[in-house]
């Protein structure tokens, strides 16, 4: 079974600290992605990695950042948390090909105060 | 730029009925892939539609898939309370996946 795990569950930070999510995977997925969840505004894409060291910005990337210096971990940087920043992050991974079926980490829910 | 949409937002649905959610996306692709997720939890996947007239069941729950319509249906029978849950529908965008906006799912008694 794939797995892909997520460094916290639940987290609670303050306003202007510096955050680090950690998503790990096992099944040597090419492929690593970062999303918030938020309410009405559905799954927005923040990173992606295609590769060790590469990353692609998203579509809401502002705020954040990435990490990947191997190939089953990617993480994602709040350099200065933000209220705005509250929201469910989720981790996934896939494939390079033939399909881009992506498998989700159990999700972390950030809240910023 | 691709856009995928999803109706309806919000079904809800009485124990033994049937009904199809629709997943209608705006540019050319040949796959599609149907995800659930339940309250506070993360995205499972269901199917994966991989070619045009493609056709997948699991249970109570049937997808298809139509490229030239553009167009994906995912098809419950006889609903059960266990299948409340939001489904999301996603498309390929080279090797990124575009979701759509979810189906809440509530199935009543």
């Known amino acids: 079974d794939v797995k892909v795990t997520q460094s916290s569950r639940y987290l609670v930070k303050r306003t202007g600290e510096k955050v680090f999510l950690e998503c790990v995977q096992d099944m040597d997925h090419e492929n690593m992605f970062w999303y918030r969840q938020d309410p009405g505004l559905g799954l927005r894409l923040i990173y992606f990695?295609?590769?060790?060291?590469?990353?692609e910005k998203g579509d809401i990337p502002e705020g954040y950042s990435v990490s990947r210096e191997k190939k089953e971990r990617f993480s994602l940087i709040l350099e200065s948390a933000s209220t705005n920043q509250t929201s469910m992050y989720l981790c996934a991974s896939s494939y390079a090909s033939p399909t881009y079926e992506q498998y989700f980490g159990p999700g972390t829910r950030l809240t910023v105060t | 730029e691709l856009k995928v949409e999803q109706n309806p937002l919000f079904l809800s649905m009485q124990e033994g009925k049937n009904y199809t959610i629709y997943c209608n996306y705006s540019t050319t692709s040949d796959r599609l892939y149907w995800y659930r997720q339940d309250p506070g939890k993360s995205l499972e996947s269901l199917f994966v539609l991989l070619s045009n007239g493609a056709v997948k069941q699991e249970g109570r729950l049937m997808a298809s898939l139509d490229t030239k319509a553009r167009l994906s249906t995912l098809h419950i029978t006889a609903a059960v309370h266990d299948l409340s849950a939001t489904y999301f529908c996603a498309v390929d965008r080279t090797d990124k996946l575009i979701f759509g906006t979810g189906t809440r799912l509530q199935v009543f008694p």
């Open positions: 990695s295609y590769d060790v060291k590469m990353k």
